[in-house]
């Protein structure tokens, strides 16, 4: 397996009122600037923003397209929106959110069982639709997609497919995913906090299917999280628990 290494780019701004004409033309590329500045710091969590109208004159666009490119935002939770106030960084919690998910080892360790893990694929790719919306990225955008099974005393426990988002976090080298779930290496390796969970029962699918050892079609539980740093997100993850599963949330 090759080594996937990568970097946050460099937030070169270019220079002149006709090359922001050029390059901000669009709504993608007014949001790829703004997420540009929170992460540089220039707008730091809890900080108000330039408004609309501002933005639009600074970036050569209309209007309507940066109130397109912070409605995304909004929708992800990366900003908050508020009439008569104005646009704001959302701020960082001092804490973790109450209700937060355990790495999966640390969910089987506590029922007694033996943890076990599988990655099955690690590859880079364009995300899906649901990544795109949850990590405010293109479809032109590479991600790295790991897909792994968890398991509880040899039985099947758990299948993840997470997305990483290597604009916005350095990723160890590849092969490390072999050996440890890309949701522990968050966790243990960056103050990453949970903004957004969702639960939701689906059909299981093929590898979802055979990797839980169900009948393709069985109704699993799927739970979608998403991982942000300094507000900004750098993983979404879809877990799949076969039938009859309890998740217990504890303060």
């Known amino acids: 397996m090759s080594s996937l290494h990568a970097a946050a780019p460099g937030l070169i701004r270019p220079s002149g009122p006709e090359t922001d004409r050029r390059r901000l033309n669009t709504w993608q590329a007014v949001r790829a600037d703004v997420l540009d500045r929170i992460r540089s710091g220039e707008w730091p969590p809890g900080s108000l923003i330039p408004t609309e109208q501002i933005l639009s004159k600074e970036m050569g666009c209309a209007r309507a397209t940066v109130n397109r ?46 943890y076990g893990y599988q990655m099955t694929d690690c590859l880079a790719r364009p995300p899906s639709p649901e990544a795109m919306q949850a990590l405010q990225v293109d479809a032109g955008d590479s991600m790295i997609l790991v897909k792994s099974r968890h398991m509880a005393d040899d039985r099947p426990h758990c299948c993840e497919a997470i997305w990483l988002n290597p604009r916005a976090i350095n990723l160890p080298d590849a092969r490390l995913f072999g050996t440890v779930p890309p949701q522990e290496w968050l966790a243990r390796s960056l103050p990453v906090a949970q903004s957004r969970f969702s639960i939701l029962a689906e ?23 998403v991982n942000t740093l300094n507000g900004l997100p750098v993983s979404f993850a879809r877990q799949f628990y076969p039938p009859h599963h309890r998740l217990v949330l504890k303060d």
């Not at 106030?85 to 069982?113: F, K």
């Open 69 to 114: 490119a912070l409605r995304e935002l909004a929708d992800s939770g990366i900003v908050q929106r508020r009439r008569k106030v104005g646009t704001r960084v959302t701020a960082t919690s001092s804490r973790r959110a109450m209700m937060s998910l355990p790495v999966i080892r640390d969910e089987i360790e506590a029922l007694g069982a033996r």
């Open 203 to 225: 059909g299981a699918t093929g590898a979802c299917a055979m990797n839980l050892l169900v009948a393709v079609g069985t109704p699993v539980m799927a739970i979608e999280r």
